[in-house]
């Protein structure tokens, strides 16, 4: 038999109907991956017990012919999905040993569909960061390396956690969430597939909320198909969340395999940027040119406020964020740290259980939105999403099926490396992601290629809103075209 | 109509009005909160009534419960607002433990209802037309308790998240009197309308009253809000108290700062809260969890055909269709019971158009004022609207006289039973039997002949010999037929 963690999903789910080996088997097989792999901090909180009950409930199912589309397969659970009896704390001091008495929306169709939970994943603290160093539990370790160095490499962030236990086949998918790009920045600096789908295509109930009008959940996953198999069960219209939306949600895997000849990919002149590393280019040309050779057919187009959108979206995000977060103010959950008044009180639980980038996203959010500056700021920002928004419309109106950029600007860095002296050096991570989420639209990061040090790099594709199943072809196209990249164990 | 005068204060260098305008919370008749499933009953024990949502736990979303927006649309129309088919949420941030989320959801600068109109009738026939500039919902929060513990306070979330509606009038009130009117109506078109119960004794409507003064028709001056008034009462002392606070100030050269003032009912006196620099900046945003609310003309057409009978629509149609004064259709139409109880009387009536005004007396004068003699409401009268219909219909017919029906009145109020066959059983029928009547008249003719032979000349002395037949009858002859043989035996 071999090692049970190295297959995909889609492979292991072939396994399990076959009989050739027992989700109780599969799973323990990643729990101990989990054990062995603690330097990596992915995960915050390991459940094997849960896992092992949850697995053997899988077993039965598959042996009665009951089994779920996900029936038996482990998972990992960013610690931003709320788990029903499992601790939950968005990462964050504030949060304490915040247990909740419900389930995510999304985890709970994870569950239903015969999914195993394996444990909480490590994240920025409430998934402000794009390096997982804001985490109240530590920084997490990327399986990469750079080649001939020892130095530990962030796996991106938000979902940190998330990338680095795909990456290291810690787990056989796992759960995330992007506001800016934590699904698919992570998945570049890992060499994952992660896709943040669009708007309203997943319910956020149950999720702890960063900045609403932005955050959506997805999977990171080993492989453009194991992306799409989790998508299907994670995606859905769910009464609760009003935001999400009414609309059946397709066999994403049939999308696989399925030919791109005669679609219309855009490349967007403005994601060119100045500086840009000539290997990012490349990459971006290469693939391109597999796209085209699977008989795409490549259109040069113009989203001329791209540049607003990074700018705009550190206003957006922190101002819905600081709203958001007021609820924690150690009255009813989480950390309370006593004072001599209700004011002191607040003030005490609130300096005590957030972390600097908190601190400084919330108090950027209060200052756009307070009297005065709101319509400098917030206001224009909204203007700004409104603008970037028609920009593509204003692209698919032409008849172009998708977008391709580069995913990030940089191969993954060192922890400790960005964003010490200047934050905005570590926000510019997600200048070629953000638009997305500020447009609404579905986003896949696939791993393309890997830089001069050999750190995996990744390509984006940008869809029509609710046409994920293009971006599971054309992702499966590059993937097939660039091959698989797994990172050499280290630890 | 007439236009109203209303009240100056005469101060010190002259005469001085006042300019008030009010915003009404109003907690919507609901089963479930504004955005959650939770129960909104009254009285539950402390925080059992609190979903997860309530509780602002981490990942909550909110989800907009339809029947309180169709509450509100009702009552916009019952005020004869605009409905706007677009409304937006928005977010009110400020931190107080009784606000989980650590921001009240309301809206701001979308409200749900627009511009409106409530007619309000004052003493002596006059009314005044008051604005209301608009109508929006908004979360009630929860509610402290500080008397449990002397070191801590508790917080009980029942009744967090129940939506209110915000009525804001424009600054159309001239005096206290107007606003208490004003309030008064509001509360009656909300109890029609059920969309409010307009309990002021729990708090399910409370005013906040802005008041400033100006020399009459000048320039406004600066206002003061008084929050929180749960009685019609207290309204209006806190509002004179108020003006003549303001009015010393200026007198005595000095400058009104805006501000945020409490009234304190055991001494009288409106007392400072905080003032315009402490005030909150609430960051307001639309909430990015809620879609902005929306829904068609039809919608709207489908609750306004299904509006009961308002006030000021019920009153138009006793004073056309019965003949009612104004003050005693107004009387009748205040309060949404007493327009019901007459509503079933005039539906029990034998013959509404002749005895329809009728019985609207015996509800003003005998019913009210002998309920309000007893302290009682019309919801705990001993006799029902059936009786009462019953007594009216017996004189209406002749079975009885007014006299004799107030009798039997009492003898329904202290003992119930039907007044038919009270009537039967205690021989209280009326005699229109000619020849018992006429032997009665003749009787007395020849006992007065010196009064008979007066009133040849005088005929209003009739009266006299009414009586005296009326007397010896017992109160049971017909009066009518009493005065026709008097006449034509007495020759007038």
Known sequence: MTDLTSLT??????????????????????????????????????????????????????????????????????????????????????????????????????????????????????????????????????????EGSNATLVPGGSSGGSASAVAALLCMGATATDTGGSIRQPAAFTATVGIKPTYGRCSRWGIVAFASSLDQAGPIARSVRDAAMLLRSMAGHDPKDTTSVDIAVPDYEAAIGRSVKGMKIGIPREYRLDGM????????????????????????????????????????????????????????????EQGR???????????????????????????????????????????????????????????????????????????????????????????????VNMAGLPGIAVPAGKDAQGLPLGL??????????????????????AGRFTPVRWW | MSVATHKLIKGATGDWEMVIGMEIHAQVTSKSKLFSGASTEFGGEPNTHVSLVDAAMPGMLPVINEECVRQAVRTGLGLNARINLRSVFDRKNYFYPDLPQGYQISQYKSPIVGEGEVLVELEGGRSVTVGVERLHLEQDPGKMLHDRSPSLSFID????????????????????????????????????????????????????????????GGPLGTRCEIKNMNSIAFMGQAIEYEARRQIEIIEDGGAIEQETRRFDPNKGETQSMRSKEEAHDYRYFPDPDLLPLEFGQDFVDGLKAALPELPDQKKARFIAAFG?????????????????????????????????????????????????????????????????????????????????????FEIVWQEGGDPRALVEARGMKQVTDLSAIEKVVDDIIA?????????????????????????????????QVVNDLLKSKLGI
Request: with cysteine; aromatic share 8%.
């Open chain 1, 9 to 146: 999903l889609a492979e292991a789910r072939k396994g399990l109907a076959q009989k050739s080996f027992t989700s109780l088997e599969l799973t323990d097989a990643h729990l101990s991956a989990i054990e062995a792999a603690r330097v990596l901090n992915a995960f915050v909180l390991e459940t094997p017990e849960q896992a092992r009950a949850m697995a053997r409930a899988a077993d039965g199912k598959i042996a009665s012919g009951e089994g779920g589309p996900l029936a038996g397969i482990p998972l990992g659970i960013k610690d931003l999905f709320a788990t029903r009896g499992v601790r939950t704390t968005a990462c964050s001091k504030i949060l304490g040993n915040f247990v909740p008495t419900y389930e995510s929306t999304v985890t709970s169709q994870l569950w239903r569909d015969g999914a195993v939970m394996l444990g909480k994943l490590n994240n920025d603290e409430f998934a402000m960061g794009s390096s997982n160093e804001t985490s109240c539990f530590g920084p997490v370790g990327n399986p990469w390396r750079r």
């Open chain 1, 277 to 336: 590393p000539a290997e990012i280019e490349k990459l971006w040309s290469e693939g391109a040119a597999w796209l085209e050779a699977a008989g795409a057919e490549l259109v040069e187009v113009s989203l001329p406020h791209t540049k607003y959108a990074l700018p705009a979206y550190y206003i957006v995000a922190p101002a819905e964020a600081s709203s958001n977060l007021a609820r924690y103010d150690g009255v009813r959950y989480g950390l309370r």
């Open chain 1, 341 to 435: 008044n209700i004011i002191e009180m607040y003030e005490n639980t609130r300096a005590e259980g957030f972390g600097a980038e908190v601190k400084r996203r919330v108090m950027i959010g209060t200052y756009v939105l307070s009297a005065g500056y709101y319509d400098a700021y917030y206001l224009r920002a909204q203007k700004v999403r409104t603008l970037i928004k028609k920009d593509f419309e204003d692209c698919f109106a032409k008849g172009v099926n998708a977008i391709l950029t580069p995913a990030t600007p940089s191969a993954a860095f060192g922890i400790g490396e960005k964003g010490g002296a200047d934050p905005v050096e570590m926000y510019l991570n997600d200048i070629f992601t953000v638009t």
């Open chain 1, 460 to 481: 984006q594709l940008i869809g029509r809103p609710f046409d994920e199943e293009t971006l599971f072809s054309l992702g499966e196209v590059i993937e097939e075209a």
């Open chain 2, 157 to 216: 979330f029942n009744r967090c998240g129940v939506a209110l509606m915000e009525i804001v009038s424009k600054p159309d009130i001239r005096d206290a009197e107007q606003a208490k009117a004003y309030v008064t109506k509001l509360r009656s078109i909300l109890r029609y309308l059920g969309t409010c119960d307009g309990d002021m004794e729990k708090g399910n409507l409370r005013a906040d009253v802005n008041v400033s003064v100006r020399r009459p």
């Open chain 2, 324 to 408: 009612l004064s104004p003050y005693d259709a107004s009387v009748l139409v205040a309060e949404r019971e007493s327009a019901e109880f007459y509503e079933t009387v005039l539906a029990k009536l034998a013959d509404r158009a002749r005895d329809g005004k009728m019985a609207a007396n015996w509800v003003i004068n005998e019913l009210f004022g002998r309920l309000n003699k007893e302290g009682r409401d019309i919801t705990g009268s001993p006799v029902t609207a059936s009786q009462l219909a019953a007594i009216v219909d017996l004189i209406g017919e002749g079975t009885i006289s007014g006299k004799i029906a107030k009798d039997l």
């Open chain 2, 447 to 479: 006992a007065n002949p010196d009064k008979a032979a007066q009133v040849r000349d005088k005929p209003q002395a009739l009266g006299w010999f009414v009586g005296q037949v009326m007397k010896s009858s017992g109160g049971k002859a017909n009066p």
